[in-house]
C-alpha cells in the first residue's frame, strides 16, 4: 500500500526535495506551505505526477487551526496519514543575541518551535485517533549543544526541537504511533544562505569549508527518504552523514572540486 505523507514548508528547500524523493517511490503526498503562490508554484515543478499522488494544501504552521485543517484535508484526499513531517522553518542573518530586532524573535520562535508544537499535537493526535503512523522533526543547528557565533536565537529552537522530542519518543513508547527526527547536516539551501544576508564578504569566506562538509538538497533527499521509509523504530534520528562520512569528505578534498552555490 502506498504511504501517504505531509510535509509542511514543503514548497522549497529540503522540504520539496522530500516531497519529490517520496513521490519517486510511488507514495501520495500532501505538500504544504504558506500561501497559494508558493503551492502552485511547487505543484508546477512537479507537475510530473498526477493529482491522484500529489496535493496542495495551504497552510500557516503558526496557526493551529490551519494546522488542523492540513490535518483534515490530507485525510479526506486520501484517507490517512501514514508520516507526518513538520518540516516548515526559517532563518534570519546571523547577529548577536541582543541585536536581533523583537519582531525577528517572534518570527523564528512562531514558526520554528510554535509551529512544530502545533504539527506535532496535531499529527499525535490523529495518528492515535487512527491507530498508526509516524511524525518526524526537521532538527538543525543548536538541536546537539553546538553553538556559533550569530546562532543564538535559531539554534535555541533547534534545542527546544530536540528536546521536544526526545520527550515525545517517551510519551508514544507504548502506543502504536512512533516519533523521530531528521538530522539533515548541512544542506546548501535559501536558508543557510538568507543568514549571511549584508554579510556577503563572510560567505564568500565561509564558501571553501562549505563546499567540503554541506551537501545540495537533491543529494541529501533521497537518502533521508529511504532512510525514513524503512524506519520501524521509535526514537530514531534519521541522518544524512555520520561523522565517519564527514572526516572521508576532508579527507578527499584536495582530490576534487566542489561548488554547491554554482
Not at 252 to 259: G, I, T, V
Request: charged residues 20%; hydrophobic residues 40%.
Amino acid at each position: 500500500m502506498r504511504k501517504s505523507i505531509v510535509i509542511t514548508g514543503g514548497t522549497r528547500g529540503i522540504g520539496f526535495h522530500l516531497a519529490r524523493a517520496f513521490l519517486e517511490r510511488d507514495c501520495i503526498l500532501t505538500i504544504n506551505g504558506r500561501t497559494t503562490e508558493s503551492v502552485n508554484e511547487a505543484l508546477t515543478r512537479l507537475g510530473n505526477y498526477s493529482k491522484e499522488q500529489i496535493f496542495g494544501c495551504v497552510a500557516d504552521v503558526t496557526e493551529f487551526d490551519q494546522v488542523q485543517g492540513l490535518w483534515h484535508k490530507s485525510t479526506s484526499r486520501f484517507g490517512r496519514v501514514d508520516i507526518w513531517i513538520n518540516n516548515a522553518g526559517t532563518a534570519i542573518p546571523m547577529m548577536k543575541f541582543w541585536e536581533v530586532p523583537v519582531k525577528k524573535y517572534k518570527q523564528l520562535v512562531k514558526v520554528n518551535l510554535l509551529g512544530t508544537m502545533y504539527g506535532t499535537q496535531v499529527a499525535l493526535q490523529g495518528m492515535l485517533k487512527q491507530g498508526f503512523g509516524a511524525l518526524y522533526n526537521m532538527e538543525g543547528f543548536g538541536a546537539r549543544g553546538r553553538r556559533m557565533q550569530g546562532m543564538a536565537l535559531y539554534g535555541s529552537t533547534k534545542a527546544a526541537i530536540h528536546f521536544i522530542n526526545r520527550s515525545i519518543a517517551q510519551e508514544t513508547k507504548d502506543t502504536p504511533v512512533i516519533t523521530g527526527s531528521i538530522a539533515p547536516g548541512m544542506v546548501i539551501t535559501e536558508m543557510i544562505t538568507r543568514q549571511f544576508e549584508g554579510r556577503e564578504a563572510e560567505l564568500e569566506k565561509s564558501k571553501p569549508i562549505l563546499n567540503i562538509i554541506a551537501e545540495r538538497p537533491e543529494t541529501v533527499a533521497p537518502i533521508l527518504a529511504d532512510k525514513i521509509l524503512s524506519n520501524k523504530k521509535n526514537g530514531v534520528t534519521i541522518i544524512f552523514s555520520s561523522p565517519a562520512y564527514i572526516l572521508l569528505k576532508f579527507l578527499l578534498a584536495p582530490f576534487r572540486k566542489r561548488d554547491l552555490f554554482s
